[in-house]
Nanobody
Framework: QVQLVESGGGLVQPGGSLRLSCAHS????????MGWYRQAPGKERELVAS???????KVADSVKGRFTISRDNAKNMVFLQMNSLKPEDTAVYYC????????????????WGQGTRVTVSS
């Protein structure tokens, strides 16, 4: 019954903005900290920002001042507002627990949704 669905990605020019949305279901997500991760071509997946159930946030140094994470607990939604986008922000963005959810029935591997692709290019 757990589910993660990311949306809002697309192609934008450098300096542009995008707002990503994450719809989640399952108490494992609603009761715990959530984060936005991204994986660029040829690079490992990295945590971009996280937010606790109570709303305390952290962002990576690479996006500090440009990205803002938020959540609506009543609607089971997490958002990532991305401003002043740079080409190096190009990646597939995922939402998940922080740390990522690792269900036993997946054989001890992390559970991930499909992600949403962000491409920053002129």
């Amino acid at each position: 019954q757990v589910q993660l669905v990311e949306s809002g990605g697309g192609l934008v020019q450098p300096g542009g903005s995008l707002r990503l949305s994450c719809a989640h279901s399952g108490s494992i997500f609603s009761l715990n900290a959530m984060g936005w991760y991204r994986q660029a071509p040829g690079k490992e997946r990295e945590l971009v920002a996280s937010i606790t159930r109570g709303g305390s946030t952290k962002v990576a140094d690479s996006v500090k001042g440009r990205f803002t994470i938020s959540r609506d607990n009543a609607k089971n939604m997490v958002f990532l507002q991305m401003n002043s986008l740079k080409p190096e922000d190009t990646a597939v963005y995922y939402c998940n627990n922080d740390p990522p959810y690792r269900p036993a029935y997946y054989g001890g591997t992390d559970y991930w949704g499909q992600g949403t692709r962000v491409t920053v290019s002129s």
